[in-house]
């Protein structure tokens, strides 16, 4: 069973970047697709960014297109999601996830990381 933690997240002004690391032990990313999620207080939690386990495929949340960025370091077992431009609205926890299959929907993920503050000021 893999376990995921992820890091990376803090206070932010609007415009600034995060990089944000999901470290897995117990398994190995390569044969997970891989997830990233957010919630804000009150609010679902919300797909951000995915990637197959090939590695061969990424996909976005609209409102993150072109500002983040998902990718894997098989070397060091490890996803991270490049977030640039950001805006009050990104302010979140934000999740790791593991699955069988790129999904924007939590139900497919099997494995979750215990997630990361994100706060960005405007």
């Known amino acids: 069973q893999v376990q995921l933690v992820e890091s990376g997240g803090g206070l932010v002004q609007a415009g600034g970047s995060l990089r944000l690391s999901c470290a897995a032990s117990?398994?190995?990313?390569?044969?997970?697709?891989m997830g990233w999620f957010r919630q804000a207080p009150g609010k679902e939690r919300d797909f951000v960014a995915a990637?197959?386990?090939?590695?061969?495929?990424?996909y976005y949340a609209e409102s993150v297109k072109g500002r983040f960025t998902i990718a894997r370091d098989n070397a060091k077992n490890t996803v991270y999601l490049q977030m640039n431009s950001l805006k009050p609205e990104d302010t979140a926890v934000y999740y790791c996830?593991?699955?069988?299959?790129?999904?924007?929907?939590?139900?497919?993920?099997?494995?979750w990381g215990q997630g990361t503050q994100v706060t960005v000021s405007s």
């Open positions: 996830a593991a699955g069988e299959i790129a999904s924007t929907t939590t139900w497919n993920y099997n494995y």
């Open positions: 117990g398994g190995t990313v390569s044969t997970y697709a």
């Open positions: 990637i197959r386990r090939s590695g061969s495929y990424t």
